[in-house]
């Protein structure tokens, strides 16, 4: 035996709730959208989702199942041949909840609950980084380089070169330090 649900029911007792969301089930079936209190589309949608399942199935037990909720025969033939091909794809959340306000007699917050007939988009998954470093794919074409001109390079001087040189530059300094040390004394013999 099924536990009834715990808190205030929404009519009288739970067979007088039973009846009612089996009736707003029919509206929202018919009619793809309807418009109630915030309450009773809460507990509303798990009864419209589990019938939608059902209708998804489409076998006759299934068919039989949402009869015995619902009773009318063309709400259920409109659930099983036009909703369900169009929720085909869908793997849950066939109903969305819109808030609109209160109503303006008793200041009770409203709701409007519509079944999401639109076709699934799926997402693109993102591909999954690997460790190693990316090889190029093949499809990319390879970058061909443009001729560089290459302009004339001087030689640097050979080993031998630098030696002399330097012994040269050596030689030099080593000459202006023997003439500079050689002034001061001719200097003083004046």
């Given at each position: 035996m099924p536990k009834p649900?715990?808190?205030?029911?929404?009519?009288g007792g739970p067979a007088h709730e039973?009846?009612?969301?089996?009736?707003?089930?029919?509206?929202?079936f018919t009619h793809k959208s309807i418009k109630t209190t915030e309450t009773k589309a809460k507990r509303l949608r798990p009864l419209a989702e589990r019938l939608i399942t059902f209708a998804k199935r489409g076998d006759l037990h299934a068919r039989r199942r949402v009869l015995s909720v619902i009773g009318d025969k063309e709400v259920v033939h409109i659930l099983f041949?036009?909703?369900a091909p169009l929720v085909a794809d869908r793997e849950g959340g066939y109903t969305r909840i819109t808030k609109v306000?209160?109503?303006?007699?008793d200041n009770a917050p409203m709701a409007v609950i519509e079944?999401?007939?639109?076709?699934?988009?799926?997402k693109a998954t993102p591909a999954k980084k690997s460790t190693k470093k990316a090889e190029p794919k093949a499809e990319e074409a390879p970058v061909e380089e443009a001729p560089v001109e290459e302009a004339p390079v001087e030689e640097a001087p050979a080993a031998e070169e630098i030696a002399a040189d330097e012994t040269e530059v050596a030689a030099d300094a080593a000459a202006d330090a023997d003439a500079a040390a050689e002034a001061p004394a001719e200097e003083k013999a004046e």
């Open positions: 649900t715990k808190g205030p029911r929404l009519g039973r009846l009612l969301l089996a009736n707003l089930a029919a509206a929202l041949t036009e909703i306000g209160n109503r303006k007699g079944l999401v007939l639109e076709p699934v988009t799926k």
